[in-house]
């Protein structure tokens, strides 16, 4: 990607296909919003593409690879199916996320300290086309080490639970996440990791989490669609571009 040591954003544009399959429509496209996002400063896309299609569906990645100038970061989980797509398209970059069909969105990170022979095995192929694999975790220093061990080139820090305390109000554990974001920014960096981050991410949440100076992209998706709403997506996005520099001052 482009401006090295700037924080860079991705743009998750999921949640367009979702309004697009509500209906069952053409319209709206995610290819479109991709684009859209791209004009206005995104430094990437993300997109998820799911065992059971709720959103993205297969020709959306195919869209998407044929359209975008900036790179796409290909959410995945660890299967045989998405294994095969990522390899046949070579992405930019893989996420590799955990998945359960019965989830409305991820729950958790990767147990990759569990499952560190298998993933190893699994994403040694997606490196050797080029791919640059990330690994969705928590903070904790196992799955951090387990994830640099193995040979991952990024991780991505799960925000969800900040961000979730910060709505319900739950300061203290709030701030204890936070510190716990942190120490594994800083543990991921000391290990050669690049250190991504994401998952839930609002205007008011991402400052603490941009001022951290060993991350260097954030991935937000679902508040950006649903602001944009009000806003447009070029504003939305905008404005999140805006608090991030801000916070990186």
Do not use: W
């Not at 640099?148 to 820090?157: F, K």
């Amino acid at each position: 990607m482009s401006n090295e040591g700037k924080l860079r954003l991705g743009v998750n544009i999921d949640h367009v296909a979702t309004l697009r399959n509500a209906r069952g429509s053409p319209y709206p496209d995610p290819v479109r919003a991709a684009k859209l996002a791209e004009e206005a400063g995104a430094d990437g896309i993300t997109a998820h593409l799911r065992e059971d299609r709720r959103h993205i569906v297969d020709a959306d990645i195919e869209g998407l690879m044929e359209a975008l100038e900036v790179p796409l970061n290909f959410e995945m989980a660890a299967t045989p199916e998405m294994q095969a797509i990522a390899l046949r398209h070579k992405p930019h970059a893989v996420c590799i996320v955990p998945e359960k069909r019965e989830e409305r969105t991820t729950e958790g990170g990767l147990d990759v300290a569990g499952d560190d022979n298998r993933l190893a095995d699994f994403i040694a192929p997606l490196r050797d086309v080029g791919c640059r694999v990330s690994l969705f975790v928590g903070h904790e220093a196992r799955q951090i080490e387990a994830s640099a061990r193995i040979g991952a080139a990024v991780v991505e820090l799960h925000t969800g639970a900040y961000c979730d305390y910060h709505y319900e109000g739950e300061f203290d554990k709030r701030d204890k996440e936070l510190e716990g974001l942190r120490a594994g920014a800083a543990l991921a960096h000391s290990l050669g990791l690049e250190v991504h981050a994401g998952h839930g991410l609002t205007y008011e949440t991402v400052k603490p989490i941009a001022a951290m100076p060993e991350v260097m992209e954030l991935n937000i998706g679902h508040f950006l669609m649903g602001e944009s709403i009000f806003r447009g997506l070029g504003p939305a996005i905008a404005e999140m571009r805006r608090l991030m520099d801000e916070a990186r001052e």
